[in-house]
Structure formats: structure tokens, C-alpha cells
């Protein structure tokens, strides 16, 4: 195991992984505190766990996020299924000595925290899935962004990996804005701080950094049958959602709720996808106090 400190707010250890491969993760909060798991969006990082330090530490919790492969400093897996997310999450849980953690997931992450609170139901003691994606065979209307960006991954990977490449390009050279709007609503309630918009622009840019085989994988993998057994789940799951998400429409999240025999739904007024991740992952930590 290396440990990379090069930055006091943002530590991270770089475990092996079998095949060669490595894993980066970093942890915020209190190292001493009640673990969970913290899954980024798609694309995403470790960065966006920064986010909730001072709320993990309030909260007394410990808080470990990891890059998933293929995004920042993790090796890229490009034949991974949703299913093998247990593989890697497994390995960070071990690193860090965890024999049980809960999971919070944002967005793209939702998927793969079912994966492991289904395979490894020992090793989770709740599950809360903040503006998750759902199944795309969950009624509902899917945002045409996602679905072009769903059919670009499966049927044009190499392009898609050219356009993330250009947006990427894009978004070190202009404001912040540019990459906030991914995830934000004009009619959502509340603004974005400076603070944030930059943790949202570092996390897009180290998404990206070295390849867009995470991103191309898990939009491939997240546009198919997740092929889950929901009903092996034994830890309780939260569905936090916002009113005013247009990436991913609550009537979706209401759809996929029924599949979900341990699922409760906590509405976030007037939140978009990003405002949701601000205001539910705080609430979401209260319940580890």
C-alpha cells in the first residue's frame, strides 16, 4: 500500500487490486468515526467526497471515497459489470480494516451500491442512494442528454470517449459554470457557492484525467439490465431525490422504489441533482451519528 498526502484536505491511499490493477481511495471525516462508503456520480472521483468533511466529522463519521476504475487515480476495468462492484468496494473495506460500513451513492454511483449491499449484505448496514440513476427498464422518461449519452456508449464508444475528451479540454480552460450546469436546474430554489463549483469542476477534471474508460464503461453498463437481485437486500434503503432533478425525473425514482422490498423515498424540495447531493448527504449522515 502507498500513501499520497500531497494535498492535507484530500489524503489518499493507492491499493493493488488482482490483475495488476490499483484503486485510490481517500477519506474525510473522522478517522475514528462510523464508516461509509461515499460513491461518486458518472463521471466522478474521490474529490466530491471534500464536500461533506465538516459534516462527516460533525457527524463522527469516516468517511471513504473511492475512485471507481477507470476514473482518477484507479486502474481502468472496461469489461466490469455493475455486479463486480463488490471486488473493489470489498478491497477498500479490507484496506481500511471495515468489516461493516453503510453506502452513500450519488447519481451514477447508485447502481453500484446496490451491486454491493446485494452481494455482501453482511458488509452493509444501510444503503442511501442521493439523486440515483435507475434501471432503464424502470418506467418513466429518460432525459434525452441520458439517453444519447447511454447509445453513444454502447453503439460509438470510441467517439463518446472523444466528446468527454473535448469537454474535459473545456472545462480546464472556462469557469466553473461550465460543468455546474451539467448538473444543476434554472428553476431550482437555491444557489451554488463558489466553493462548491470549484469542488465540482476538480472532481469532473480528475474524472478525466488519464482516461474515459470509467465513464464510457459505466454509461454502457447503466443503459443495460443491471441484473441485480433486489430482493436479497437486507439493509434499509433511502432514496433521497429532488423535486427539480431533470438528470434523473423523481417519477423514475417512484417507479424503481416499488422493486425495492427495504425502500422509503425522501423527497428534497425544490432540489435539482446537485442541490440534492448538497442538502441529502448531510442528512443522510445524521443516521450514522
Known amino acids: 500500500m502507498t500513501r499520497d498526502d500531497g494535498r492535507r484536505d484530500d489524503p489518499t491511499t493507492t491499493i493493488s487490486l488482482s490483475g495488476g490493477r490499483r484503486l485510490r481511495y481517500a477519506e474525510y471525516g473522522c478517522s475514528d468515526g462510523t464508516p461509509v462508503l461515499f460513491l461518486h456520480g458518472t463521471p466522478g472521483s474521490h474529490r466530491l467526497g471534500s464536500l461533506f468533511e465538516t459534516a462527516a466529522r460533525e457527524r463522527g463519521v469516516r468517511l471513504l471515497a473511492p475512485d471507481r476504475p477507470g476514473y482518477g487515480g484507479s486502474t481502468p476495468w472496461s469489461e466490469r459489470s455493475i455486479g463486480d462492484a463488490d471486488q473493489y468496494l470489498r478491497a477498500v473495506l479490507d484496506d481500511a480494516n471495515v468489516q461493516r460500513a453503510g453506502l452513500v451513492a450519488f447519481s451514477g454511483g447508485a447502481p453500484h451500491a446496490l451491486a454491493m449491499a446485494t ?88 474524472a478525466l484525467a488519464h482516461t474515459t474508460s470509467g465513464t464510457v464503461t459505466e454509461l454502457r453498463t447503466a443503459a443495460t439490465e443491471w441484473a441485480l437481485d ?50 441529502a448527504v448531510p442528512a443522510a449522515l445524521e443516521e450514522y451519528r
Open 119 to 206: 452481494r455482501c449484505p453482511d458488509a452493509v448496514s444501510r444503503v442511501d442512494l442521493v439523486a440515483g440513476a435507475t434501471p432503464p427498464d424502470v418506467s418513466g422518461e429518460t432525459p434525452a442528454t441520458q439517453r444519447l449519452l447511454g447509445g453513444l456508449a454502447t453503439r460509438a464508444p470510441t467517439l463518446l470517449g472523444g466528446l468527454l475528451r473535448g469537454q474535459a479540454w473545456l472545462a480546464e480552460r472556462l469557469d466553473p459554470s461550465f460543468v455546474v450546469a451539467q448538473y444543476t436546474a434554472g428553476d431550482a430554489d437555491e444557489s451554488v457557492s463558489e466553493e462548491v463549483a470549484t469542488t465540482v469542476e476538480a472532481d469532473f477534471l480528475e
Open 230 to 279: 433486489y430482493e436479497s437486500l437486507a439493509a434499509d434503503v433511502c432514496l433521497w431525490h429532488g423535486t427539480a432533478d431533470t438528470n434523473v425525473p423523481i417519477a423514475s425514482v417512484r417507479a424503481f422504489e416499488d422493486r425495492l422490498p427495504t425502500a422509503t423515498i425522501e423527497t428534497v424540495d425544490g432540489a435539482d441533482h446537485l442541490r440534492t447531493l448538497l442538502r
